[in-house]
């Protein structure tokens, strides 16, 4: 889902997943609708002469609508992608035009997840994962799994955390303040 030239040299891939299905349960409503409005608007126009005018400026309507409410999402949800990598967040958007965002694992303060019951049937919900950085936080739609992501994350930042004391040495007693013996 990510190249491995976009990643750093001890980094590796934990998570990597889509939007949930749900983010295309508008759009697969609204393709039922329009395909039924306008099958039944077609079928009411009148036979005669001017029959193709009107059965092409419905079809041209139908195939607009379609396009900016069934096709455009389904490729927004196709081309996005939620990455959880051993030192930070990305995600990545867009069809055209690419976005993207990275939070690093060593900055992330709490990982939050909210889900309602649609939400829990489903098995998706919203991550919120809040930063110590200038941007605050980072909210996930429509996570896969939201509650196993959440708890994922936390153990990561956790080992980062664990990592970062590791290798800030404590000062012993005897230590000088320049880090020399004292003896």
């Known amino acids: 889902m990510i190249s491995q030239k976009h990643l750093g040299d001890d980094e590796s891939v934990v998570l990597a997943m889509r939007q949930h299905l749900k983010a295309l349960l508008g759009p697969a409503l609204i393709f039922l609708l329009v395909c ?43 081309t996005s992608k939620y990455v959880v990598t051993t030192e930070r967040i990305l995600t990545q958007h867009g069809v055209v035009r690419r976005y993207g965002r990275t939070m690093p694992l060593s900055r992330i303060n709490d990982v939050s997840f909210d889900h309602g019951l649609i939400d829990r049937m489903l098995g998706c919900g919203t991550l919120v994962v809040s930063s110590a950085g200038e941007l605050g936080q980072l909210v996930l739609d429509d996570v896969p799994r939201v509650e196993r992501v959440q708890r994922e994350i936390y153990r990561l930042v956790e080992d980062e955390h664990d990592r970062a004391r590791a290798t800030v040495r404590e000062p012993r007693p005897d230590d000088d303040h320049d880090g020399r013996d004292a003896r």
């Open 36 to 78: 039924a409005a306008a099958g039944f608007l077609l079928a009411l126009v009148p036979t005669g002469d001017a029959q193709p005018w009107p059965r092409l400026a419905l079809l041209v309507v139908a195939l607009i609508v379609l396009a900016k409410w069934v096709l455009w999402p389904f490729l927004n949800w196709f």
